[in-house]
């Protein structure tokens, strides 16, 4: 029976997939890939397995190229073999009865070229982002990248449909676009860091267009019920990723053609920093609140929530599912915890990227306490 209370337990439908619940895996990065094919291994297979009874579970944020690559020990999805590593992975999800989507994401000018066999790597303009990337070597200042000429654009755009083909390939359920944080696609919509004047720089429109060009190309290799797309339009602060004038209108007018595309969903991630005083105020912590009028799919939240502040934004119309992140590493049976109002387990942040099993396989469930 369902209670009205909890309607994060309740069963919904996200494009063509059916899901017992609305309790969302997110998207972590484990950096479990120590392989030079970055070919996804037994260990993820027993990880993703282990968190089954998620609504849905959305894969690590994956390289849907060599040339995307932004951080040591993240699998990709661009040769045959890395699908097939894949299937290990999608064939024990769906023996325990779950479902998967795999995250696709180009890391844009966050790489380094440590990272590209001494490449730059490729942004919308030469601008450096100002933060840190994570190589071989350690933490390094990021470089000056690439501005991505028009034969750019169009392989990764191209690139992303092949990926999407593998992603079938490999048994997955769908394919989320990896939008958020310092990733290639937010730097094409942060005025200060588009400096470009050809179609894809200048306007609200033009900055957003390779991200509806990459939606198009999933869409087009798949279909509109298997593909959900993430965005963190609360994001300013992080290095030069900092919101202007027209951040914010660049963020509606990109929301309201995704609503015409009949996606699976449209999942925003909430802000990281305060935004008093930012061009993004407005926002406030739950973005999702300012976005749900003008987004006509289904919408999932995410940011911080626990199972009461969930299920109270459901309750309220602001959103139809949440998707959790930091609660998963520790609380493989997260779904069980809420439903059986049993306490959670913290998580240990050393062990959040690289390693072995330690921190990854180790985190037990309730019952088996
Ligand atoms: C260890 C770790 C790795 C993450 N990697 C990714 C990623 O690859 N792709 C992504 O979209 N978000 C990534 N995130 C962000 C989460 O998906 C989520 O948006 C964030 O943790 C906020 O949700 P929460 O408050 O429930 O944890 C990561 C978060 C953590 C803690």
Known sequence: MSNPNYPLLDPIRLGEI?????????????ARTDNPGLVPNVLQAQYYEQRASAGLILTEGTWPSRESAGFISVPGLYTQQQADGWRKVTDAVHAAGGRIFVQLGHTGSSSHPDL?????????????????????????????PR??????????????????????????????????NTFLIPTFLYENLNRRTDNYGGSSENRARIVLEIVDAIVGSWA????????????????????????????????GQLSRRHLAYLQLMNPVNDLTGTHLEVLGQDVAKHFRERYSGTLIANGGYTFETGNALIRDGFADAIAYGAPFISNPDLVERFRDNLPLSPSDRDTYYGGSEVGYLDYPTADAK
Request: charged share 20%; glycine share 12%.
């Open 18 to 30: 059916e899901l017992p619940n609305r309790i969302i895996m997110a998207s972590m990065t484990r």
């Open 147 to 180: 501005a991505m000429d028009l034969s750019d654009i169009a392989r990764t755009v191209e690139d992303y449909a092949k990926a999407t083909r593998l992603a079938q390939d490999a048994g997955f359920d769908g394919v989320e676009l990896h939008g958020i």
């Open 116 to 144: 590209l066999d001494g490449d730059l790597p490729l942004a919308p303009s030469a601008i450096n982002p100002g933060l840190k990337a994570f190589t071989p070597s350690g933490f390094k200042d990021t470089v000056v």
């Open 224 to 255: 509109s019920g298997r593909v959900g797309i993430k965005l963190s339009p609360g994001l300013t602060g992080v290095g030069n990723f900092i919101a202007g004038n027209e951040t914010l209108a660049t963020f509606e007018y990109l929301i």
